[in-house]
């Protein structure tokens, strides 16, 4: 009898639905599951001996899940339901500070700042503060020092950001996504399949940490939607599954 046994593996790839950029790999993925809604109507037997006479099933919902364990700018922000904006490491000159004076006081700058480029603080008067009397550096601005001169007043610093990634949460409900798949079978010798997933929208996550003492992962579902642009007899508007002879 042929073994027809499966654990599957591979790399899950996302594109945004209208194609406005490329598909590109979501990293370490641990799952990539499917789930059907069934919607039944049933005409019961009333000639006797009861059962039933009829049944009509239909496919109510197809959901998805993907556990990712990268988190990469774009996961987040599928999670978060987030958009995107690169920062670039273009100079920053006179952003506007407010401190309060108490001592330990963490004044962040708007963007995360590269340590290794030269840093600026100056206080209300346009006088430069000093490092290690008034403020020590830290990885996200300043922190106030004890028996600091900064009062409860305006800094201005000039600094240098690191290039990054400004994720805005909840600014995306509406985006829908295409899902690839490149599968191969472990249990027979690495046997090629693919998943193409027409046309998605993803849901925010019911959790996120960012603090945990084991590797953080991020549990994503979505809703699996009929793509009105795949047409003709005998194609799924839903999804196409390809699997090696």
Not at 1 to 11: E, L, N, T, V
Request: net charge negative; hydrophobic share 40%.
């Amino acid at each position: 009898m042929i073994d027809y046994s499966f654990i599957g593996a591979g790399s899950v790839h996302i594109q945004p639905y209208d194609k406005s950029a490329p598909l590109l790999p979501m990293g370490n993925i641990s799952e990539f599951a499917f789930s059907f809604e069934e919607e039944k109507k049933e005409q019961k037997n009333y000639m006797g001996g009861g059962g039933l006479r009829n049944v009509v099933s239909r496919i109510s919902g197809i959901t998805g899940a993907i556990k990712a364990h990268d988190f990469t700018p774009p996961n987040i922000a599928l999670a978060l339901r987030a958009s995107l904006e690169s920062i670039g490491a273009t100079p920053v000159v006179g952003e506007q500070l407010t401190a309060h004076g108490e001592d330990y006081e963490l004044i962040p700058f708007r963007h995360i700042p590269d340590l290794t480029q030269t840093i600026t603080v100056k206080d209300s008067a346009d006088q430069d503060l000093a490092l290690g009397t008034d403020y020590a550096l830290t990885k996200a601005g300043i922190r106030v020092l004890s028996g600091t001169s900064i009062s409860a007043e305006t800094l201005t610093v000039d600094y240098t950001p690191k290039a990054a990634n400004a994720i805005q949460a909840l600014l995306e409900s509406g985006k829908e996504f295409t899902l690839f798949m490149e599968g191969l079978n472990d249990a027979q010798e690495g046997r090629p399949f693919t998943i193409r997933v027409h046309r998605v929208k993803f849901s925010p996550v019911q959790n996120l940490g960012f603090i945990s003492e084991d590797f953080a992962e991020i549990a994503l579902a979505m809703d699996i939607l009929a793509d009105p642009l795949v047409t003709g007899s005998g194609l799924s508007p839903f999804m196409q599954l390809d699997v090696a002879d």
